[in-house]
C-alpha cells in the first residue's frame, strides 16, 4: 500500500491524520506516566518515543498548553507516595497514630 493510500484511509477510518492519532497517543501515555510515575522527564520523552526531550516538550506544550513539569506539579493525583488519592494522602498524615 502507498503512503497516500495508507493516509486517505487512516484519515476515513480514524476522522484524523496518523501523524496527529499517533502524536495524541503518545501525549496520553505520556500525562499518564507524568501523573503516575516518579520517572524523570527525559526518560518519559524517551518511553513515549521521542528522542529529544525538547522535541517532546513542544509537542507536549501544543496539546496540553502547558509543560509537561507544570502539568506534573499541577496534577492532583500525582504523588511520589505511589498512586494514592490526594485525600487518602490528606487522611493519612493527618490521623494520629493511636497505640494501646
Known amino acids: 500500500m502507498s503512503r497516500a493510500s495508507f493516509s486517505f484511509y487512516f484519515r476515513n477510518m480514524m ?3 496518523s501523524l496527529d492519532y499517533l502524536t495524541e497517543f503518545r501525549m496520553q501515555q ?3 506516566l507524568l501523573r503516575e510515575q516518579s520517572v524523570s522527564l527525559s526518560e ?3 518511553i513515549v518515543g521521542y528522542d529529544s526531550y525538547n522535541a517532546f516538550a513542544k509537542a507536549f506544550r501544543k496539546r496540553r498548553a502547558c509543560t509537561p ?4 506539579k499541577l496534577e492532583p493525583n500525582r504523588t511520589r507516595l505511589g498512586n494514592m488519592h490526594a485525600d487518602e ?4 498524615r493527618s490521623t494520629p497514630a493511636y497505640t494501646t
Open 30 to 32: 505520556a500525562a499518564q
Open 89 to 92: 494522602r490528606h487522611l493519612r
Open 15 to 17: 476522522g484524523q491524520a
Open 69 to 72: 513539569n507544570h502539568y506534573r
Open 44 to 46: 518519559i520523552a524517551a
